[in-house]
């Protein structure tokens, strides 16, 4: 079956980096799109970062633009997250995201906290 597995979450300074770590298995990878999104405390899930089959094809949103990069490694079927310039508007749990065969499928999502 398809699993995500994120990791890498944790609490950091304000101004501080983190790379998340999201495992895939159970589809076929390297075809697949994949996404981050994240959920902050009272909100809704919003799209943080978008990756193309073709790595080299990436969108952010807004706020995250210039300070995140994501990026994928097909041969070992994982997508990363790396977060440079934490504000504490970033705190919120981190979820990776496939769609296959047209169903979402969705990790456990990891916490990142920044805070001083």
């Known amino acids: 079956q398809v699993q995500l597995v994120e990791s890498g979450g944790g609490l950091v300074q304000p101004g501080g980096s983190l790379r998340l770590s999201c495992a895939a298995s159970?589809?076929?990878?390297?075809?697949?799109?994949m996404r981050w999104y994240r959920q902050g405390p009272g909100k809704t899930r919003e799209l943080v970062a978008f990756?193309?089959?073709?790595?080299?094809?990436?969108t952010y949103a807004d706020s995250v633009k210039g300070r995140f990069t994501i990026s994928r490694d097909n041969a070992k079927d994982t997508v990363y997250l790396q977060m440079n310039s934490l504000k504490p508007e970033d705190t919120a749990v981190y979820y990776c995201h496939a769609l296959w065969r047209q169903r979402d499928y969705w990790g456990q999502g990891t916490q990142v906290t920044v805070s001083s």
């Open positions: 990756i193309h089959t073709i790595g080299s094809i990436t």
């Open positions: 159970g589809f076929t990878f390297s075809s697949t799109s």
